[in-house]
Each structure stands twice: as structure tokens, then as C-alpha cells.
């Protein structure tokens, strides 16, 4: 099963209008392998698909410079059809603008702004109705590691995305510890494994075989240029939601380790 290696760029609310031109550039300058330097592993990974998330107010500028092969994703959108909800951002405008992707449910959003597994759920629900491909989050807090409801945690979550999701190929499921994030502490490779293999376990069970394998399940968590290599040669590591290090050209090596999988 194809399983194309997924690279998101998340840069939270960070950057100037200078900044943000200055990642852009890096990232248009950058040379990563092509298709045919990774397609012919025994598992047929091509390249990466690489995503990058700017702030609300910076997508139209980023995808107006940003390299053809490279997408562009937002970091939320509304619950529903747009109208009289000050300060929200509607699925419809993404649209309108031609951005293809929306980041939802990141942990930051469910904590700091009480958004529940139903909450995200609709959000998925509504952006996948308008054509929006959704990179949906869930993740444990070290709390909830520590009790052992890791996998509770996370399959609640997934089971009030997987419930408004009927076309899989326009998701893809992040998992973001949240202990690791914005830490410097990166799950082990073998840790991030073991819940990505559970999590294709459970879309297995409750989905389908054929989702199970086809899914890409990326991970998230003080990812960097140093710890990519390893995380992407776990077998159910399809590839990574960056935060801090996306916003430096060490991206690039983190967009490289998509080679790791021709590898295997
Ligand atoms: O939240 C993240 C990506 O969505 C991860 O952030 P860091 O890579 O900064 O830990």
C-alpha cells in the first residue's frame, strides 16, 4: 500500500510579513529528492507531500510565492457556514481562496480554547463537506500517559473525527503527544510506533482494512532535523507535523527523511 509521506509545516501565530517571505524563499530554494530518488524502495514511497501552515493573515501572500509543489494549509476554520461569528475564519473563504488544507483539532486549540471531540468532529465534518482536506490532530497529555489512558484518549478522539469522515484520501491523522509539544522531550521512536500502530489498529477494527492501510498517521512533537531520521523509519511513521523546527531550514532535512522510507 501507498502510503505518500507526509510533511505539515504548522507555524502557529508566528511571524512578520518579513519572516514569513524569508521561510518561503528558503523553502523555494530548497532541493529535495524527486520521486524517482525514493519511488523504487520496496514499499514504492515517492516523495514527500509538504504542507505548510502559515497564520490566517499570511496564506494568501505564502501561496502566492511558495513553490507549485508545496501546499499551503490553514490552522482552523469555523464549525459552519460562515456569517455572524466575529473573529472566525470560514471553510467557505478557505475555499474561496484556494487553500486545499485546514489543520483541525490541534491540542492547543482543544486545551487553551476548550474545543471537545465533538466540537472537532463537526469542524471536520463541515471542512470535508466543502472540499477541504483535513489534518486532524489527537494526542495524550503526559497526565494521561501516566494513567495509562493513552490509548483511550486517543481513540475518543479519533472516533469523533473517523464519525464524520466517509472519504479517508482527504485526511490525515496527526498525533501529537501533547507532552511533546513546543518541550524539546520527542516521543521515542518506538513510543510514537506503538501508538501509530494502535491507531491504525483502530481504523482497522472500526473503519476498514483498506482505510487502515491507506491512511497517513504523521506524527507531531519537538520533531527536528537531529530525531526525523529515526521517527520516519518506523513503519506506521508516515511522516511528521513540524511546529518549532518548521520554521527553520532544518525543515528541509525533516522534508529529506522522506528518503528514509525507500530505505526500509
Ligand atoms: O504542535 C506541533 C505541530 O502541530 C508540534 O510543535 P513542536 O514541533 O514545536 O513541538
Known sequence: MVRKFFVGGNWKCNGTAEEVKKIVTVLNEAEVPSEDDVGNGPFFFSFAEVVVSPPFVFLPVVKGLLRPDFHVAAQNCWVRRGGAFTGEISAEMLVNLGIPWVILGHSERRSLLNESNEFVGDKVAYALSLGLKVIACVGETLQQRESGSTMAVVAAQTKAI?????????????????WAIGTGKVATPAQAQEVHLE???WLHDNVGAEVA???????GGSVNGANCKELAGQPDVDGFLVGGASLKPEFIDIIKSATVKSQL
Open 213 to 219: 492501510a491507506s491512511t497517513r498517521i504523521i506524527y
Open 199 to 201: 491507531l491504525r489498529k
Open 162 to 178: 473517523a464519525a464524520n469522515v466517509s472519504y479517508w484520501d482527504n485526511v490525515v491523522l496527526a498525533y501529537e503527544p501533547v
